[in-house]
């Protein structure tokens, strides 16, 4: 089993940045895949952005492409979301999550470990 540590939440303005950090561990990581999902209140968890730990595909949702990176770090075990000009739409619990599967990494039924979420609030 992979556990998953999300950090890097808080509290900013619009246009501000923010880079999230999800650190794996447990199993080995490299023939995982490790995407980011957000939730909003009252809404259904959106996929944002997926990168596969090998190779390093990158996959976005059309509607983050631009503002968000996915990026991953191999050799600290640790992903990262990096995103750009927030705005107050953007508020929400921001999950990572591991895949053993090639896929669809849109779909929340790929991946089978989740971290416990972390609060990114954007104000106006």
């Known amino acids: 089993q992979v556990q998953l540590v999300e950090t890097g939440g808080g509290l900013v303005q619009a246009g501000d940045s923010l880079r999230l950090s999800c650190a794996a561990s447990?199993?080995?990581?490299?023939?995982?895949?490790m995407g980011w999902f957000r939730q909003a209140p009252g809404k259904e968890r959106e996929f944002v952005a997926a990168i596969t730990w090998g190779v390093g595909n990158i996959f976005y949702a059309d509607s983050m492409k631009g503002r968000f990176t996915i990026s991953r770090d191999k050799a600290k075990n640790t992903g990262y979301l990096q995103m750009n000009s927030l705005e107050p739409e953007d508020t929400a619990v921001y999950y990572c999550?591991?895949?053993?599967?090639?896929?669809?990494?849109?779909?929340?039924?790929?991946?089978?470990?989740w971290g416990q979420g972390t609060q990114v609030t954007v104000s106006s």
């Open positions: 999550a591991a895949s053993p599967y090639s896929g669809p990494y849109y779909a929340t039924r790929s991946f089978h470990s």
């Open positions: 447990g199993r080995t990581f490299s023939n995982y895949a």
